[in-house]
Nanobody
């Protein structure tokens, strides 16, 4: 089992920045993808950014150039640096970890609220 602990949400004005972090603990698959999804009120959950344990990242088009995902050297914590935030970035952000060798096995954090408003 894997547990995911998120932190770093909050409120910010448009154009501001926030950094989210997510730390995985437990029995972590060696080849995994850790990333962030978000869900706005009334909307569907959408993938934001993903970091692969063997290297490589992906981003949704809506955040490309504004958000950066990274991992610590141990590989168990991912960060999402968000800059130039827009009101449409307002959502609950969820950390996700997937076993790439068995994508039916995935884990979710509890979610952290990000609100962008003037």
């Amino acid at each position: 089992q894997v547990q995911l602990a998120e932190s770093g949400g909050g409120s910010v004005q448009p154009g501001g920045s926030l950094t989210l972090s997510c730390t995985a603990s437990g029995i972590i698959p060696g080849f995994n993808a850790m990333g962030w999804y978000r869900q706005a009120p009334g909307g569907e959950r959408e993938r934001v950014a993903t970091s692969f344990s063997r290297g490589g990242t992906t981003y949704s088009n809506s955040v490309k150039g504004r958000f950066t995902i990274s991992r610590d050297t141990a590989g168990n914590t991912v960060y999402l640096q968000m800059s130039d935030l827009k009101p449409e970035d307002t959502a609950v952000y969820y950390c996700n970890l997937v076993n790439v060798a068995d994508t039916s096995t995935d884990y979710w954090g509890q979610g952290t609220q990000v609100t962008v408003s003037s």
